[in-house]
């Protein structure tokens, strides 16, 4: 059995300027979406808003829910988890996350991202950027 | 890459620090404005809907302006990929890092911290694929830890 470092990690108060319409956070407990400009005034005028609105930092449920696939492998260093969507593999070691894209070159796999993801909404956006979904 | 190319935003990327041009009503110009609060700078949630509607508002799409403005170093186009142009950077820990821009289509961009963005090791990327604008440029090179020294 490897050692998952993707659990869960605990929450924050999100800055302001990471709100933005589309995204997701806990109120109150409660997972909500900014659905549209109503909401996302009622989470800026929110009067509680550093006690109530929370974001997690990114961990395996995230993962799970994008359609990411955990999978196990001998070959794999102990503390790295490893998971599988369509044709992309991605690698968590501490905070450091790999983005492979199987066959980029001549059938081997590369690197499409190394980095930080430090939550859902930024990695529902850098899935975006890289043409994974 | 082309130069002072624009789209029309979705909603969904206004947020507080976002840099957009909005089109003033009087003299009809456009006119540079970074968000400071709530949605599109100010708090009048409705109109500024209706402005993003009527395509009020709109983004430059990443050019050289920007990425130099964030702190890139032009160098020129690419020897191994005939066409794309290179950007270096001193990232901290005193190694270079490279931002390639693809010839073809828009925004394919490959940060890499190899001269031609390729290595047998096959580790040296950090990035590759699509950046719209600055806003985002700026957000990745957060997440890929890169700091200008």
Redesign the interface.
């Known amino acids: 059995m490897i050692e998952n470092k993707l659990k869960y990690q605990g929450d924050y108060t999100p800055e302001l300027k990471e709100l933005h319409i589309g995204m997701g956070y806990w109120n109150d407990g409660e997972w909500e979406i900014i659905k549209n400009l109503q909401d996302f005034k009622n989470v800026v005028e929110n009067k509680n808003y550093e006690e109530k609105i929370k974001i997690t930092y990114l961990y395996d449920r995230d993962l799970y829910n994008q359609g990411w696939i955990e999978f196990e492998s001998e070959e794999l260093r102990p503390g790295i988890s490893a998971w599988n969507f369509k044709d992309y593999i991605l690698y968590k070691y501490k905070d450091d996350f790999w983005i492979h894209k199987w066959g980029k070159f001549k059938g081997q796999d590369d690197v499409i991202f190394r980095g930080k993801i430090k939550n859902l909404n930024e990695f529902i956006k850098l899935m975006e950027m890289l043409g994974i979904k | 890459m082309t130069e002072n190319k624009y789209y029309t935003p979705e909603?969904?990327?206004?947020?507080?620090?976002f840099r957009y041009e909005a089109k003033n009503n009087e003299t009809f110009e456009w006119e540079k404005v970074i968000q400071i609060?709530?949605?599109a700078g100010s708090e009048h949630?409705?109109r500024?809907?209706i402005n993003l509607a009527n395509d009020q508002f709109r983004v430059k799409c990443l050019d050289k302006q920007d990425i130099e403005e964030l702190g890139w170093e032009y160098v020129g186009e690419s020897n191994y990929y005939k066409g794309d142009i290179r950007y270096r950077i001193k990232n901290k820990g005193n190694t270079w890092l490279w931002l390639n821009v693809a010839r073809q289509g828009d925004y394919q961009i490959l940060i890499s911290s190899f001269d031609t963005g390729?290595s047998l090791e096959?580790?040296?990327?950090?990035?590759?694929?699509?950046?719209k604008n600055y806003n985002?440029l700026k957000k990745?090179m957060?997440?890929?830890?890169i700091e200008k020294i």
């Not at chain 2, 580790?123 to 950046?131: A, V």
């Not at chain 2, 957060?142 to 830890?145: A, I, P, S, T, Y």
């Open positions: 909603i969904s990327e206004f947020h507080i620090g609060s709530g949605f949630y409705d500024d809907l390729f096959g580790d040296s990327f950090l990035f590759d694929g699509d950046i985002e990745l957060l997440m890929l830890e």
